[in-house]
């Protein structure tokens, strides 16, 4: 690599800070929040359907690779112009007030996710058409690097700081943080890139970019079986995680021991789960190390009654802190090697957009409901049934192993 390539991978890693800054503000930093103002658990349940925007954000990608806007270029023009309206629309969420007006609070947190799902677009396609195959994969490692700092910035960041200046201002800080994306883009290079004209526009586009290769995955031996999969796989995770913020608080934790067992102790225990998850990936195949990560993401769902029958004990909070980090990456690293192994060499792109559109369905829909759900049962009850809802997924897997393992796929796609 020489050194403009170092450059550009600097570069990288401050778009992947930019992408994941806005994340966390969304959703559960922002469920904290609410919790401490003492909103309704089915409210803020609902900030779980705010995020649908990452899920249907294949849907106006078209538009940044069709329109080109009047300066700077097709990706960097897009890229600010888009940057610049998510560090205002934090900025209105940080002024705003979920104790009185929470529905404008939702509405809010509902533009940033947007936003952010439409940075995020743009971001992955200066990535790939910035740097070349050899240099691809040390370009999302950057990235992934960037977004967890960045994660980590705007959830354990914001809570602590909470403490000290109150939510309005540690949020607002956020708004001047996201204005790094801008930043980096004016020293970013415009990809050059060679496009074919499309004549036919959009509505043509969209039919050979979507429903083609649509249609090569759901006429595979099994499709159904793996959709379904992919959806409940995460199902209980979704729940569980939604209602964390305010479990934490109704056992008594203050924000600022919450902070510290969501900050660098769960940074560096998602990492050391990503490494290993992608060294058991290669030791044991993806098969079985899905297998082991799901069982791991239920043993760690059934640690949150332990907590809720201990509370006050702030090493027992930091121990399941840690070990929820570390199977969180851990599942990702297992799972989303096994949607990459789903796409077909022809259409990866658009399959992988499409498969991992649906993983994140159940967080962004059903999960909604968690508060509600929480609230009439208790949060103990209520956790132990998230361990029971990922139990459907675990059976669909053993399904798909002995029927349609991942090294069949891999073969029949050869």
Not at 2 to 17: P, Q
Not at 264 to 293: D, Q, Y
Not at 339 to 366: D, F, N, R
Not at 400 to 405: F, G
């Amino acid at each position: 690599m020489n050194r403009h390539d170092f450059a550009r991978l600097g570069l990288m890693a401050v778009l992947g800070f930019s992408s994941g800054l806005p994340w966390a503000l969304s959703g559960p930093t922002l469920r904290l929040w609410m919790a401490s103002e003492h909103v309704a658990l089915g409210l803020i349940g609902l900030t779980a359907n705010i995020g649908l925007a990452y899920l249907l954000k294949f849907v106006w990608a078209p538009f940044f690779d069709e329109a080109k806007p009047f300066f700077f270029g097709r990706r960097r023009g897009w890229l600010i112009t888009v940057q610049i309206v998510l560090a205002l629309s934090i900025a209105a969420l940080a002024i705003s007030d979920p104790a009185s007006h929470v529905w404008l609070t939702l509405g809010l947190g509902a533009l940033v996710a947007f936003c952010s799902a439409s940075q995020d677009i743009i971001i992955d396609a200066w990535r790939i058409e910035s740097f070349t195959p050899r240099l691809q994969g040390a370009a999302l490692a950057c990235e992934v690097w960037g977004w967890r700092v960045a994660f980590l910035v705007s959830n354990a960041g914001v809570i602590a700081l909470s403490v000290k200046t109150g939510w309005h201002v540690a949020v607002g800080l956020m708004a001047v943080l996201a204005l790094l994306g801008p930043l980096a883009v004016l020293f970013a290079p415009e990809p050059k890139v060679t496009r074919e004209a499309h004549p036919a526009g959009i509505a043509a586009r969209f039919a050979q970019a979507v429903r083609e290769p649509l249609q090569e995955f759901l006429t595979r031996r099994g499709a159904l079986v793996v959709i379904a999969f992919i959806i409940l796989f995460r199902f209980g995770g979704a729940l569980g995680a939604t209602m964390l913020g305010p479990f934490y608080l109704s056992l008594g934790f203050n924000r600022a021991m919450i902070a510290v067992a969501s900050g660098p102790i769960s940074l560096f225990c998602g990492l050391a789960g990503t490494g290993l998850g992608a060294v058991l990936v290669m030791r044991l195949g993806v098969g079985r190390a899905l297998l082991l990560t799901a069982l791991l993401q239920v043993a760690a769902l059934c640690l949150y009654p332990v907590l809720g029958l201990f509370p006050h004990l702030p090493h027992i909070l930091l121990i399941i802190s840690a070990v929820e980090a570390f199977t969180d990456a851990f599942s990702d690293t297992a799972f989303l090697s096994y949607l990459s192994g789903l796409c077909h060499p022809e259409h990866t792109a658009t399959q992988y957009a499409l498969l991992s559109s649906l993983a994140p369905l159940a967080l962004h829909t059903v999960a909604g409901l968690s508060g509600f759900l929480a609230a009439q049962v208790g949060f103990v009850p209520f956790f132990m049934m998230a361990a029971g809802a990922a139990l459907p997924g675990i059976v669909l897997l053993l399904v798909i192993l002995r029927l349609y393992p991942p090294a069949e796929k891999r073969a029949a796609m050869a």
